[in-house]
């Protein structure tokens, strides 16, 4: 079982910048496939960006390509999203989730664990 904890969420300007941040409880952390999705007011989840065991390879969503980057410190069971020129589109609830499959998917279906998700909120 891994448990997933997000921090860094906020409110913020837009133009402006966040990093959030997801603490893995699992000591096996280096073994999770990690990934951002977020959840928009009144609409489905969808993916956002997502790293592989490693960090060698990511996928990010065309939204957020050129501003948002994902990252990952195995050594502290953490994995990263670093927010850039953040548009009020942006604002959702951001989750974090993680797989054991070493391929960085889009689909939500194939995450196994999650976190509560924290709020992002970009005005204008």
């Known amino acids: 079982q891994v448990q997933l904890v997000e921090s860094g969420g906020g409110l913020v300007q837009a133009g402006g910048s966040l990093r959030l941040s997801c603490a893995a409880s699992q000591r096996s952390f280096s073994t999770y496939t990690m990934a951002w999705f977020r959840q928009p007011p009144g609409k489905g989840r969808e993916f956002v960006a997502a790293?592989?065991?490693?960090?060698?390879?990511?996928n990010r969503a065309d939204s957020v390509k050129g501003r948002f980057t994902i990252s990952r410190d195995n050594a502290k069971n953490t994995v990263y999203l670093q927010m850039n020129s953040l548009e009020p589109e942006d604002t959702a609830v951001y989750y974090c989730a993680a797989r054991s499959n070493p391929y960085p998917s889009s689909d939500q279906m194939r995450y196994d664990y999650w976190g509560q998700g924290t709020q992002i909120t970009v005005s204008s």
């Open positions: 790293i592989n065991w490693g960090g060698s390879s990511t």
